[in-house]
Nanobody, 115 residues
Framework: VQLVESGGGLVQPGGSLRLSCAAS????????MYWYRQAPGKERELVAT????????DYADFVKTRFSITRNNSKKELYLQMNNLQPEDTAVYYC?????????WGQGTQVTVSS
């Protein structure tokens, strides 16, 4: 299993970023996928979930209406569109697979929201 995130960076408050995750080594289209994040000094937390076909999505309350999770099963890619970013969204964002009682993480991509 390999999960490779990209798209992070430095953005001003109110700005937007689109994260991507390239997946390989498993049948991507069969599994739900997740975005988690971890801010400095805090525990990792679930941001968004999408089912295998992409027609059901769930969000943490703190990102609802601002973030959108999508996927492209033909490309084996997962995305997180983040709008109206705030300083409290600063964190490392992880693409995540839960498979056969294991959790697989990518290396993460840093998102920093600062003026």
């Amino acid at each position: 299993v390999q999960l490779v995130e990209s798209g992070g960076g430095l953005v001003q408050p109110g700005g937007s970023l689109r994260l991507s995750c390239a997946a390989s080594g498993f049948s991507f289209s069969v599994y739900p996928m997740y975005w988690y994040r971890q801010a400095p000094g805090k525990e990792r937390e679930l941001v968004a979930t999408i089912n295998s076909v992409g027609n059901r999505r769930d969000y943490a309350d703190f990102v609802k209406t601002r973030f959108s999770i999508t996927r492209n099963n033909s490309k084996k890619e997962l995305y997180l569109q983040m709008n109206n970013l705030q300083p409290e969204d600063t964190a490392v964002y992880y693409c995540t697979l839960k498979w056969q009682s294991r959790t697989y993480w990518g290396q993460g991509t840093q998102v920093t929201v600062s003026s």
